[in-house]
């Protein structure tokens, strides 16, 4: 068999469409169920509305399929409609540290949330002020130490909305972890 020979009999054995015209049914039912959004809630159950909304798509790629959803889990970002992780990125002050005066009102809300007196956010130990760096002295492991909950490495602001306060211990263990 020549090498002409194998490139027809490759081509018409080819089980993929030749163009983009064939494409298209696929491609809109997987735009029609990718569109489903994960926090829909289901009229009778979750696996009876897929298959209903993929026999319409099939059916009918154009017809647009609405479900109800729930309004509070969107303004969340979540299912269950619980509020997002604290911390911001990519903004005005991404990969940047915090400034003496973020650090501050980072300190001053952790306060707020325990009855006037900073605890860790992670291990909930009473912290302590850091005091001056001091040649061949250890800083206690409860030394409070504000931290960025988005790590700069990863884009996370300087701003005292990606703060919190982290004893030295939590703080080392962390490292730039989400």
């Given at each position: 068999m020549?090498?002409?020979d194998m490139r027809r009999a490759q081509r018409a054995t080819s089980a993929f469409p030749r163009n983009l015209l064939q494409w298209m049914p696929l491609l809109l039912l997987v735009a029609g169920l990718t569109a489903?959004?994960?926090f829909a809630q289901p009229s009778l159950d979750a696996e009876t509305d897929v298959?209903?909304?993929a026999e319409a798509t099939a059916l009918d790629p154009l017809a647009q399929q609405v479900l109800p959803v729930d309004s509070v889990a969107i303004t969340a970002g979540k299912k269950g409609g619980k509020p997002p992780p604290k911390g911001t990125a990519n903004g005005e002050r991404a990969y940047?540290?915090?400034t003496?005066?973020?650090?501050?009102?980072?300190?001053e809300e952790n306060a707020q949330k325990h009855d006037g007196e900073n605890r860790c956010e992670n291990c909930g130990v009473t912290t302590a002020d850091a005091q001056k760096s001091q040649k061949g002295v250890t800083p206690p492991s409860h030394e409070a130490q504000v931290d960025h909950v988005i790590p700069r490495a990863k884009g996370g602001d300087g701003s005292p909305a990606n703060g919190q306060v982290l004893c030295r211990e939590c703080n080392n263990a962390k490292s730039d972890k989400l």
């Open positions: 020549s090498e002409h489903i959004p994960s298959a209903r909304v940047m540290r915090f003496p005066k973020g650090k501050k009102d980072v300190k």
